[in-house]
Every structure is written in C-alpha cells, then in structure tokens.
C-alpha cells in the first residue's frame, strides 16, 4: 500500500506473482501461433480472474494498472476491518499528502 494509505509503499510477493502471471496470460492469448492460442482456450477456466482483466482491458498496461488498484483496495480494505489499525491508518492518511 503507498505511504498515503498507511502502508510502507512496496510492492508485495502476491501482487508481484499476480503481475507476473496477467503478463504471461497476455503471452499466451496474443501469440502469433494458434497452438500456443489454443493453451490459453484450454486453461482461461483456471485463471477467470486474471483472463477478465485482461478482457476488460483494452492493453496490458492498464490491465497491470487496474490490478495494482485492485490490489490496493483489498489490503485497504482489510487494514480498516482491524478496528485499532483503522484509526491509525486513517491519522497516517490524513497526515501524509497524496502525489499528484
């Protein structure tokens, strides 16, 4: 989560695979070679949530974006679902400009 959120600003070992996995699902489905096509046919019922994204988004680098934003959200979300980690996140983020 960024600092104005009440995180330390890196990137975590989840979204970095999640990253890694959207790149290469975006790989598979724009490949020059139908066979290869034809793997991300076959295994998109494994990977809904990652092929969706990719779907819905119009190029790689937004697909990335939306997912960073997704991620962003969910530990938000989770951080101020802890009562006492809700009112010191919420002093931090008050604090601390957001970029611009």
């Not at 009440?6 to 598979?28: E, Y």
């Not at 070679?33 to 990719?54: A, G």
Request: proline share 2%.
């Amino acid at each position: 989560m960024p600092h104005n959120r009440g995180g330390v600003g890196l990137t975590t070992f989840k979204h970095i695979a999640m990253k890694l996995r959207l790149t290469k699902r975006h790989a598979l489905r724009t490949s020059q070679h139908e066979t290869v096509r034809d793997v991300w046919k076959e295994s998109s019922t494994r990977y809904v949530e990652t092929d969706s994204l990719l779907l819905s988004s119009s190029s790689l680098r937004l697909a990335a974006k939306t997912l960073k934003e997704n991620n962003v959200e969910k530990a938000a979300s989770q951080l101020h679902s802890l009562h006492c980690q809700e009112i010191l996140t919420k002093s931090v983020s008050d604090y601390c400009p957001k970029k611009t």
